[in-house]
């Protein structure tokens, strides 16, 4: 006998990203914003008088990439439970990528489902990791290997809360705007060699450009299954270098800039990608003062560590690299030992 459940529905999830000075936020029930000490320290009062809801609490947990664990998200949740929050209650992320990623995954946990709010900190949250729906934490085997698709209710990106970025931080989100540009818009990779993003409004174009970018990708393909895998250009080498540093040595966006010239020293052996493309993206990259180098001490340990990406699968390693500025190809045919020469370049 078979019994069938008939579950074909149409979800709509479509939610809007505003950019620009913070308006309220207007909840009917209870909200519970999840934030680190440092930016609740500098940002808090700024955001607590734009909520307005009938309760509001602050969950403050320690700030960095090593606290994104199950640990974290069990105390998330018990401060949650402790304010009683129900199902139409609503969560904020208020912070960086880590904040935003911990956050939404509590968001998809709690009671089965929450809505949450992205209000991103950081230029590197701003421009990529509160656009999306991508939410998860780390673990002993790699970087966002647990989590969930979860995608929020809105995003609301305001620029002054970079004001008191720190200059590695803003470093590190510049390493997402070129890994955008350089994957999908050539004209907006040119922009960037000319313009210095500290200087006017061109921040705000370029994160403008940056989200409008991403929004088009998730759009098209909301879970990774296809054209959205070229964003995680850099992130392939990246990650090993995360998970071989213990998270503690660089930020994110500077494994990704490390990470990008890696890939891009990978598509020149294999005749994809011109040098001269290969230093114009380099050059990018170090006038900002990202790092674009990294020792290896073991090429068969950091190799292996491939296959725990999220991209890969069996025998399989998936490697996004670039033919030119504004297009890259995503392969899981390149043979190991192309792989390893260019490991090679970067051991001890």
């Known amino acids: 006998m078979t019994i069938d459940i008939n579950l074909k529905r149409i979800v709509d999830d479509s939610y809007a990203i505003h950019i620009g000075p913070l308006g309220d936020i207007v909840h009917d029930g209870k909200v519970v914003i999840v934030t680190n000490p440092k930016v609740a320290g500098l940002h808090l009062l700024t955001l607590l008088p734009k909520i307005k809801a009938k309760e509001v609490y602050v969950v403050t947990i320690a700030d960095g990439e090593k606290y994104k664990n199950l640990e974290t998200i069990e105390f998330i949740l018990d401060r949650m439970f402790d304010h009683r929050l129900n199902r139409s209650s609503l969560l904020v992320a208020f912070g960086g990528g880590v904040i935003g990623d911990m956050g939404g995954f509590c968001a998809s946990l709690y009671n089965r489902g929450i809505d949450f709010i992205q209000i991103p900190t950081t230029l590197l949250s701003q421009v990529d990791a509160s656009v999306g729906g ?3 934490i780390n673990n002993r085997f790699g970087k966002n290997l647990i989590g969930a698709f979860n995608q929020p209710r809105a995003v609301h990106i305001d620029p002054a809360f970079l004001a008191t ?22 004209e907006f990779f040119e922009w960037i060699e000319q313009n210095d993003l500290r200087e006017g409004d061109n921040l705000l174009n370029a994160i403008k450009q940056a989200v409008a970018t991403k929004a088009r990708v ?53 005749g994809l990608m011109s040098v001269d493309e290969m230093k114009r993206i380099r050059n990018v990259l170090e006038y900002y003062k990202l790092p674009t180098s990294y020792a290896i001490a073991d090429v068969e340990k950091f190799y292996k560590t491939f296959f725990l990406d999220k991209k890969s699968s069996d025998s399989k390693i998936t490697f996004i690299l670039p033919k030119s500025i504004g297009d890259v190809v995503i392969t899981d045919t390149i043979d190991p030992h192309s792989v390893k020469t260019i490991l090679r370049r970067y051991q001890k």
């Open 134 to 136: 991508k939410t998860g």
């Open 165 to 186: 970025l720190e200059p590695r931080e803003f470093g590190a989100g510049v390493a997402e705007i070129v890994k955008m540009a350089v994957t999908f818009n050539r």
């Open 218 to 270: 998730v759009e098209e393909d909301e879970k990774e299954r296809g054209l959205r895998a070229a964003l995680n250009y850099g992130h392939t080498f990246g990650h090993v270098i995360e998970n071989e540093t213990n998270y503690e040595t660089y930020l994110h966006g500077e494994t990704v800039a490390i990470g990008m010239v890696m890939a891009n020293s990978l598509a020149c052996e294999l």
